[in-house]
């Protein structure tokens, strides 16, 4: 083991530069060398790299948002988007260029932080000869077989604050205050933020929920005297027999999963204002949850997982995602992450065969949230 790649893809979250930081030191502890690979999966089929040095590029990036070699959201190297003048686009499979590009420059392994999306690469990668090892970043914390992603937590505690915010202006004004937070198809920011912040409602993708359920809750609430309440929804909840919100497709939904979302928090806030005769604002947080600095957890959970990776690496380890179980570091084969999803280069994400780790009905957070009477909609 002498020359190692990191490379960072899709949605950036807190702690991107941490893994980072934890690969690299663990790197230069074993006498090997560390180069970043300059926005995720584009940079491999671009052969664009740098050398990371802890005294010098990769110093003083722990506390840092952001990631120092960026990162790429639509760069599905095996269905790569080509585009040429006057005609269609056209969909191609770039993956041996990135696997000649690896051998040449001599890694012998190569480390994938990044989601659902870029773990299924990886183990396409890994299918076709490739070195990898990845690590499980998303701020919806819906990667598969691991406890935690890195990013989640720091997305938890920003839309914790903003509870905290939303609770005191909406007390004053005795209004129904809605926070849209992320969360395409698992609800765990909002459901771990909405107990966090004192949320009275919680709308997850999980539970398709009733607005008549949640505008009883409120009435109660009012009756109670406390004429203002929270509700936390995440972008990918929807109503009984509805669709989820989308904003725009990317790419013709073709390549990775496409779909942007939004637009639930507004239409939580206009139908529940009709229901109750409570005043109702909606905020939507966005990218708020994703920038900026990691929280202390996420900065150890950061480092964990970059110095097992480097350490899953150094005993020839390969093909597996660092994961956290039962609060323990370890490591799973990319196989199992992937689930029924096995096709090199099928589609990722929300599909049927995608094994996304969802909100489940027995989890405590759900039996939680339940037992101290917040409303989930249903
Ligand atoms: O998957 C992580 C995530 O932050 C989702 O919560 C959100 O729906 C999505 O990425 C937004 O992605 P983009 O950066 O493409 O707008």
Known sequence: ??????????????????????????????????????????????????????????????????????????????????????????????????????????????????????????????????????????????????????????????????????????????????????????????????????????????IPFDLNKVAKKIKERIEKGKRFSLVVVAEGAAPKGGKLLVKNVRDNGKGVDNTKLGGIGEKVAAELQELTGLEARNTTLGYMQRGGTPTAYDRVLSTKYGAKAMELALEGKFGVLTVLKNGKLDSVPLEDVVGENKEIGAVSGNTKESNLRRVTMDDDLVKTARNIGISLGD
Not at 70 to 91: I, L, M, P
Not at 167 to 191: D, F, N, P
Request: aromatic share 8%; glycine share 12%; charged share 20%.
């Open 1 to 206: 083991m002498k020359k190692v790649a990191i490379l960072a893809n899709g949605g950036d979250v807190s702690g991107f530069n941490a893994v980072i930081r934890g690969i690299v030191k663990t790197a230069e502890n074993h006498g090997v060398e560390c180069y970043g690979i300059i926005e995720g999966y584009t940079g491999l089929l671009e052969n664009n790299y740098i050398r990371l040095d802890s005294y010098s590029n990769a110093s003083g990036i722990l506390y840092k948002g952001g990631s120092i070699i960026g990162s790429s959201t639509n760069a599905n190297v095996f269905n790569y988007k080509s585009r040429r003048k006057g005609q269609e686009d056209e969909y191609v499979d770039l993956s041996d260029v990135c696997i000649e590009n690896a051998k040449k420059d001599g890694f012998d392994c190569i480390f994938t932080l990044g989601g659902d999306g870029t773990q299924k690469s990886a183990r396409d990668f890994y299918k076709k000869g490739l070195n990898v090892i990845g690590v499980p970043k998303t701020i919806d914390n819906d990667v598969a077989c691991t406890d935690i992603t890195f990013g989640y937590n720091t997305a938890v505690s920003v839309a914790t604050e903003a509870l905290d915010r939303l609770h005191s202006t909406g007390e004053t004004h005795h209004r129904i205050m809605v926070l849209e937070v992320m969360g395409r198809y698992a609800g765990w920011i909002a459901l771990e933020s909405a107990i966090a912040g004192g949320g009275d409602v919680a709308l997850i993708p999980e």
